[in-house]
């Protein structure tokens, strides 16, 4: 794409955020919330509201790093604890998994909207999310009267979000992205915050021995890791730290996925068509 195609697309946001007037945003810290937090403050300065829900889904080191974000964006910012587990349909973990969470989360955003006085609350998606199994999107459109995706209205998809994330100055534009936690338990498993908690702490524990993506697969006693194949072979340079770290973290085996990362992995084999 040539800068003046990405540039029309930007102003386009601005367009959408300023037609807002005031806005809730859901924000994770990442590079899509962070960088249309940024656009909306920039837009609408003080009618602008971050807001990120924590749960056990959400790794310890994210939800760290969204409040430093916000500090220094200097915008509004609170901390909403996420309810999803009261909710036994999410406990079950089936597919529909990500439209409960998805729904529960954002019609508390819409109440916190409404007390304060905010027009709109707004989602991070972006155009790349139309695809892939995102059960999570038919919640949004229920909840149209009051959510909107203005990124996914501009057209932007994550590649530009991150050209425009870097041009803008945003320390996020190279942020790797960091799914649910929840996503790395197969479907039918049901999930628990020691299951979550397993999971986060492995991660953390890989995480400076690789570049790019990774995910630990949490399947029962086993730990399958998957990071890009480049960097299967610095896995295996520390094995042994790791194994030991993973089964005090209560995983009996540790196993390398020679597949490599693949995104939504857990998703093979299920249907993935969305209702229209």
Not at 21 to 40: H, I, P, W
């Amino acid at each position: 794409m040539n800068n003046t195609e990405l540039l029309t697309k930007y102003e386009r946001l601005r367009s959408i955020v300023a037609d807002m007037e005031s806005v809730v945003v859901g924000f994770s810290g990442g590079v899509d919330s962070t960088f249309l937090t940024s656009v909306a403050w920039d837009v609408l300065g003080d009618k602008v509201l971050a807001v990120t829900a924590v749960s056990p889904t959400l790794p310890e080191g994210e939800e760290r790093a969204a409040c430093q974000m916000a500090a220094q964006m200097g915008v509004p910012h609170v901390v909403m604890p996420s309810q999803e587990f009261e909710n036994e349909e999410f406990v079950k973990n089936q597919p529909d998994r990500c439209y409960i969470c998805k729904k529960i989360r954002f019609t508390a955003l819409a109440a916190l909207a409404k007390e304060r006085q905010y027009r709109w609350v707004a989602d991070g998606s972006n155009v790349d999310d139309l695809g892939d199994y995102r059960p999570g999107m038919k919640a949004l459109k229920e909840l149209s009267a009051v959510v909107r995706s203005p990124m996914v209205e501009a057209g932007l998809t994550k590649g530009d979000i991150r050209e425009l994330s870097k041009m803008l100055g945003l320390p996020t534009w190279n942020k790797q992205s960091a799914a649910c936690l929840a996503s790395r338990i197969p479907y039918g498993v049901p999930l628990s915050p020691q299951r979550l908690r397993q999971v986060d702490q492995a991660e953390a524990y890989i995480a400076p021995f690789v570049k790019g993506s990774l995910r630990v697969r949490h399947h029962g006693d086993v730990a399958r890791i998957e990071v890009g194949q480049g960097e299967i072979s610095a896995v295996l340079q520390h094995r042994a730290e790791i194994v030991q770290a993973l089964r005090g973290y209560g995983f009996t085996y540790v196993t390398v996925d020679l597949g490599g990362y693949a995104m939504g992995s857990l998703n093979e084999g299920i249907e993935t068509r969305e209702e229209t």
